[in-house]
C-alpha cells in the first residue's frame, strides 16, 4: 500500500509540471474550447497507455536500447511539435478574419473536430519516447516484490494515464472558463504566440537534449 501511494506522490509531481502535453491542450482548448482540450487529454492518455503497454510486454526496453529507432521517434515527434508551434505563432502574426479563418490541419480557426484533437493529442505523446525512458525508469520501482509482471506494470501505467487525463481535463475547463476573454484579437494574438513559441521550444529541447 505505501509503495502504491508513493507511487501516486510521484505520478502527481510528474503529471502536474509543464510540459508538451500541457501546450497542446492548451492550444486545443483555445482553438476548440473545453471538448476540444478534453479530447487531446484523451489522446495523451491513450498515448500513454500504449507507452505502458510496451513498458509491460518489454518494448519499450528495446526502444530506448536501440538508437537509430529512439532517434527516429523522437526527431518525429520534435517535428510535429514544432509544425503545431508554428502554426500557432502563423495565427498570431496572420490572425483569420473572424467566419472565415485560415485552417488548422485543414479547420476552421475555433472549429478544430474533436478527432483532431484527439489524434494531436495522440501524436504528441507516442512521438515523445522519453515516455519510455520514463515508464521503463519509473514503473518498476513502484511494483512490488516479485510482482514485475505484465498485468502489474499496466495497471500502474493504466492509473498513470487517468491521473494525467483528469488533470489535463482540468486544466481544458479551467482555460476554458476564460476562453472569451483570451479571444478578443490582441489578446488571441499574445496567446497564440506565447503558445506557438512554448510549443516550438519545447519541440526543440526534445529533438536536442540527451537521453
Known amino acids: 500500500m505505501l509503495t502504491f501511494l508513493a507511487f501516486i506522490g510521484t505520478s502527481i509531481i510528474v503529471i502536474v509540471t509543464p510540459g508538451p502535453d500541457t501546450a497542446t491542450t492548451i492550444r486545443s482548448t483555445l482553438l476548440a474550447g473545453r471538448m476540444g482540450g478534453i479530447c487531446t ?5 491513450i498515448g500513454q497507455t500504449v507507452w505502458a503497454l510496451a513498458t509491460s510486454v518489454g518494448l519499450a526496453t528495446l526502444l ?3 538508437a537509430p529507432l529512439f532517434l527516429t521517434i523522437k526527431y518525429l515527434g520534435a517535428a510535429y511539435l514544432i509544425y503545431l508551434g508554428i502554426c500557432a505563432l502563423y495565427e498570431a502574426i496572420w490572425p483569420p478574419e473572424q467566419g472565415s479563418g485560415i485552417a488548422v490541419e485543414n479547420e476552421p480557426h ?3 473536430r474533436p478527432w483532431i484533437a484527439f489524434r494531436q493529442g495522440l501524436i504528441s505523446d507516442l512521438g515523445n519516447p522519453k515516455m519510455a525512458v520514463f515508464f521503463t525508469s519509473l514503473l518498476p520501482q513502484f511494483a512490488p516484490m516479485g510482482g514485475s509482471t505484465f498485468a502489474t506494470l499496466l ?25 472569451n476573454a483570451l479571444q478578443r484579437p490582441a489578446m488571441r494574438c499574445l496567446v497564440e504566440g506565447a503558445t506557438g ?3 516550438i521550444a519545447l519541440g526543440l529541447r526534445i529533438a536536442t537534449e540527451q537521453r
Do not use: C, D, E, Q
Open 41 to 45: 487529454a484523451a489522446g495523451i492518455a
Open 64 to 66: 530506448v536500447a536501440s
Open 110 to 112: 475555433g472549429r478544430v
Open 155 to 179: 495497471a500502474l501505467g493504466i492509473v498513470f494515464a487517468v491521473m494525467t487525463f483528469l488533470w489535463l481535463a482540468f486544466y481544458a475547463a479551467a482555460i476554458h472558463k476564460v476562453r
Open 197 to 199: 513559441v512554448v510549443l
